[in-house]
């Protein structure tokens, strides 16, 4: 279970009537925008505290990776071609942009 899939989880029930769902509905949306949203505002915050912004921006593209080997390990999809590559090319491409950083 995810940090996002937890109102699901805990009120939402396939049985229930349209006010129901849609009052479950709000509260997801709300979760979603307060707690996901303001947890990651605060972490990159924090990280800009210690790490300069330039530097900390070239890891934004690690993000796509990460979630894709979570995906993998997590939630049991597929490992494609596309997806190695893809993620091989990200890393190279940070490999790329600190190998010129340190000249």
């Not at 505290?49 to 690690?62: G, H, K, Q, S, Y």
């Not at 597929?78 to 893809?86: K, Q, R």
Request: glycine fraction near 10%.
């Amino acid at each position: 279970m995810t940090a996002d899939s937890i109102p699901v989880k805990v009120v939402g029930r396939a049985d229930v009537g349209v006010p129901y769902a849609r009052l479950v509905l709000a509260a997801y949306l709300m979760y979603l925008a307060l707690v996901i949203t303001a947890f990651g505002y605060l972490a990159w915050n924090w990280a800009l505290r210690r790490v300069e912004a330039p530097r900390a921006a070239i890891f934004l593209n690690v993000q796509p990776v990460v979630g894709a080997l979570l995906g993998v390990a997590l939630l049991g999809e597929p490992l494609t071609a596309f997806t190695l590559a893809g993620g091989a090319l990200i890393v190279a491409g940070l490999g790329v942009t600190f190998g010129n950083a340190e000249r």
